[in-house]
């Protein structure tokens, strides 16, 4: 039973923005520009891959301009980050960021990737726009990386984030996923690289949102787990940075300057602080991660609806938000889509 529903009684008050019931506004849009991948993590994607969005079901690069432009100047949006699947494979990359920089007001520009092939790509998407990235990496060990991505990678991915931090994208941030038995005994080694090599690393708790649906709670190391080994190593205290809708639980490492972020989201859920919203690579709106509902701007879109038409459906998928993503509730129902196809 889905216990936290839209505020009951609200009315929407009169505001262009993407206000919910309980009064949340979201201004960071995550964008997913392909359901495809490179990789094929074992807590992402089973070994086959996934049934993939066929072409024309994908946005042309212009109906996402079009929609980037209607988040951004009609309805607040000042945080844009490109995510996927792996954002990288999207044709036209460059040319997407150049066309979300030139909106007014220009927002931030970030992505979450893999990094395969980012060595030879940073320059190049610096100079597009890009002000930030992410890079994912769960593990510094060679035999691991191909155990848990299943591909012989780990060399692009390490070249990819020193092009990175060489290109100017400030901060690196580096995305690491613990999971029992496999990697859960780096999360030392991985901050000691990170410290070592100027990247900001964050821990991110392992959520539910496989295809295969072999999320185990049991399984799962907790925050709680991620400090306490940190903790055997380095010194942690809170950081004093003003956390505002970040997911990450940040801690200055030995006094800082330096820090390490947790992103609990399954221990310690951060919804009522949540300003996301959305965008599938086939054009459906989602008002968050863990929703089973999704409003379709591509049909709209294509048959000849307004700009301010798609604005108030963005409006209204916004305003239907639930309190929070109920993992904890009983009777909790994985969305319909795994996080690859909502994009991470
Ligand atoms: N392919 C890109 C990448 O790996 O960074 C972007 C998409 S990926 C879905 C985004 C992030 O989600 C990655 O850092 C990945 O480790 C993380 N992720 C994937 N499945 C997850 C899960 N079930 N729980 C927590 N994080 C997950
Ligand atoms: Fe691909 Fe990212 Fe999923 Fe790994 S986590 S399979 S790199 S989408």
Known sequence: MRRSTPAEGATRPDTPYLIDSFGRVATDLRVSLTDRCNLRCTYCMPAEGLDWLSGPDVLTNAELARLLDIAVTRLGVTDVRFTGGEPLLRKGLDEIIAGTAALHPRPRISMTTNGIGLARRAEALR??????????????????????????????????????????????????????????????????????????????????????????????????????????????????????????????????????????????????????????????????????????????????????????????????????????EAGFAQPLRPMSAIGG
Not at 140 to 169: H, P
Not at 202 to 224: C, S
Not at 272 to 295: I, K, M, V, Y
Not at 300 to 314: H, K, V
Request: aromatic share 6%.
């Open 127 to 328: 100079a597009a726009g890009l002000d930030r990235i992410n890079v994912s990496l769960d593990t510094l060990d060679k035999e691991r990386f191909v155990g848990i991505t299943r591909r012989d990678r780990l060399a692009d991915v390490l070249a990819g984030l020193a092009a990175a931090r060489s290109a100017g994208l400030a901060p690196v941030k580096v995305n690491a996923v613990l999971l029992r038995g496999v990697n859960d005994d780096e999360a030392v080694p991985l901050l000691r690289y990170c410290l070592e090599h100027g990247y900001h690393l964050r821990f991110i708790e392992q959520m539910p949102l496989d295809p295969q649906h072999g999320w185990d709670r049991a399984q799962m190391i907790t925050a709680e787990e991620i400090l306490d080994r940190l903790r055997t190593a380095f010194d942690l205290t809170p950081s004093p940075a003003r956390r505002g809708a970040a997911p990450a639980e940040r801690w200055l490492v030995d006094g800082g300057p330096a820090d390490v972020g947790v992103i609990a989201s399954v221990t310690r859920p951060f919804c009522q602080a949540c300003d996301r919203t959305r965008l599938t690579a086939d054009g459906a709106l989602r008002n968050c991660l863990f929703s089973r509902t999704e409003t379709d701007l591509r049909g709209p879109m294509r048959a000849g609806a307004t700009d301010e038409e798609l604005a108030d459906a963005w409006r209204a998928t916004m305003w239907a938000k639930l309190a929070g993503h109920e993992i904890n």
